[in-house]
């Protein structure tokens, strides 16, 4: 270490410049990038100086200064999924995508792994398998390379990325709106630390590598929501009759009404309402009514159909918050 | 005793060339180091590095010397900017700069580049390729000065 002598220069500068011999540069052409000059490359520095002593136009040119540009060990995980990705209790292959890149300026491998137990959450996902993209960014588990610790940490170029997919199975415990958090970790194999730590000689090119400004390792979070919702039956009976009371005597009309409710921020597929016609009653032909439309009894393009023994209503999938409404009739024999 | 002097120049200013007219111009690269002590005082340290990494603010230090027995007129001092180094500043010494790999010259300022669509913009450091100090008066015999510019490594 050394102080530099550093100062202004002594004699006037010309207003405009004098026709002079150039050198060309002798720098070698290096590609820069967004993640700096590539590690093991050499900056090379050489100043020229022309004047007249009298004898015409003299150049000579300074000493050559040459750098090695060390491996910096720079990485970033960013999540790609824009928001929580809905799950269900007990889902399996549950997917979270993330983004790793190489911010440094070498050739770097990164150990992968995931951190789900880190709190600020409701649960934790249980995290199965860590893919890494074929390039396609759509996960496919018959494509896409599954990741083993210790034998393919993918191997990234300077500026280079990788879409990684963490798959996680949802407990079966996991309640509407709980939300999982899992976070993937991508960790320079060369060697993490404080920025300015440097691992001798194990830099791209030779020189040393340098761990920079993210310790060469990067986290990011991604998290599931659970989706689920809950159905709620409530069934209502009417008893009317020619007296004009409610007594059930035979001959009277009972009208039952069961209303479906779907609670939750998921939704139910393939809801349908069965109900079995009592003992001793009939059902009165033609009397389903869905939301008050009236529904045939043949199993047709309408939801509600009637086989003798039961009275049927295919609702398909109903959004929580929704409720649907089903009524039919019976006399008393 | 100018033979003497000389050599003691050349100790001096190590790696420096060595011309037959005895003008001579030595180039030194320094690496600033930000390290901050107990107390938290920050402390700008300047390092001959070997080795650097992208972001690194590197020092170019020109030391000119006239040697000889004749004053040297029309001196001009020219450093291309190496490819992977971004200038930054030259103190306050305000050289001609290009940013066309040395066919145009002039003041960072009043440059201007042309972007693809026809329109122009004015020049960044970014854009400098070539740092260039001419002197209006002569170097007198046994005169030497230093000049100094920053750049970043890319």
Not at chain 2, 7 to 18: D, I, K, R
Not at chain 2, 108 to 123: E, H, I, K, P
Request: glycine residues 12%; contains cysteine.
């Amino acid at each position: 270490m050394m102080k530099a002598p550093v100062g202004g220069a002594k004699h006037q500068l010309l207003p405009s410049c004098s026709a002079i011999a150039l050198l060309a540069a002798l720098a070698l052409p290096m590609q820069a990038q967004a993640a700096g000059t590539r590690a093991g490359s050499t900056i090379s520095n050489t100043a020229s100086a022309s004047f007249d002593t009298g004898g015409g136009s003299t150049t000579i040119n300074s000493n050559q200064v040459d750098l090695l540009v060390d491996e910096l060990l720079d990485v970033t995980v960013d999540s790609s999924n824009p928001a929580d990705v809905p799950t269900t209790p007990g889902a399996t292959g549950q997917v979270l995508t993330f983004s790793v890149t190489n911010n440094g300026n070498g050739v770097e491998n990164f150990v992968l792994s995931t951190i789900a137990n880190a709190g600020g959450d409701n649960y934790d996902p249980v995290v199965t398998q860590i893919y890494i993209d074929n390039g396609d960014g759509v996960f496919d588990a018959g494509t896409d390379t599954l990741y083993t610790p210790g034998a393919n940490e993918p191997e990234l170029d300077p500026d280079e990325s990788v879409t990684v997919f963490v798959v996680a199975t949802t407990p079966g415990t996991v309640v509407d709106g709980n939300r999982g958090i899992v976070s993937l970790v991508a960790a320079a194999v060369t060697g993490t630390g404080d920025p300015g730590d440097s691992f001798a000689g194990m830099g791209e090119g030779g020189g040393d590598a340098v761990v920079g400004s993210t310790g060469a390792d990067g986290t990011d979070a991604g998290a599931f929501i659970v989706s689920a919702a809950t159905v709620t039956l409530v069934k209502s009976a009417v008893v009317t009759n020619t007296l004009g009371t409610a007594d059930p005597i035979p001959g009277a009309t009972i009208t039952y009404t069961i209303v479906a409710t779907v609670a939750g921020s998921g939704s139910v597929s393939g809801l349908a309402i069965t109900d079995n016609i009592p003992a001793d009653t009939s059902y009165v032909a033609g009397s389903i009514t869905l939301g008050g439309v009236a529904q045939s009894d043949a199993v047709d393009a309408d939801a509600g159909d009637y086989n003798g023994t039961r009275i049927n209503v295919a609702l398909g999938t109903v959004a929580g918050g929704q409720t649907r409404t089903v009524t039919f009739r019976t006399t008393i024999d | 005793m100018r033979t003497a002097l000389f050599l003691l120049f050349a100790a001096l200013l190590p790696g420096q060339a060595l011309a037959a007219n005895q003008v001579a111009l030595a180039n030194d690269v320094f690496v600033e180091r930000v390290s901050t002590d107990a107390q938290g005082k920050q402390r700008i340290l300047l390092e001959e590095p070997k080795v650097v990494v992208p972001g690194d603010r590197l020092v170019f230090v020109l030391n000119y010397r006239n040697a000889g027995a004749q004053p040297a007129d029309k001196f001009v001092i020219t450093n291309p900017l190496p490819a992977a180094v971004r200038f930054a500043d030259a103190g306050d010494s305000r050289p001609l700069v290009s940013i066309d790999g040395g066919r145009g010259w002039g003041q960072l300022d009043q440059l201007t580049v042309t972007m693809a669509d026809g329109t122009r913009r004015a020049a960044q450091p970014d854009d400098v390729t070539h740092i260039r100090w001419a002197f209006q008066k002569p170097i007198p015999a046994g005169a030497s000065g230093k000049l100094m510019f920053r750049g970043v490594v890319k």
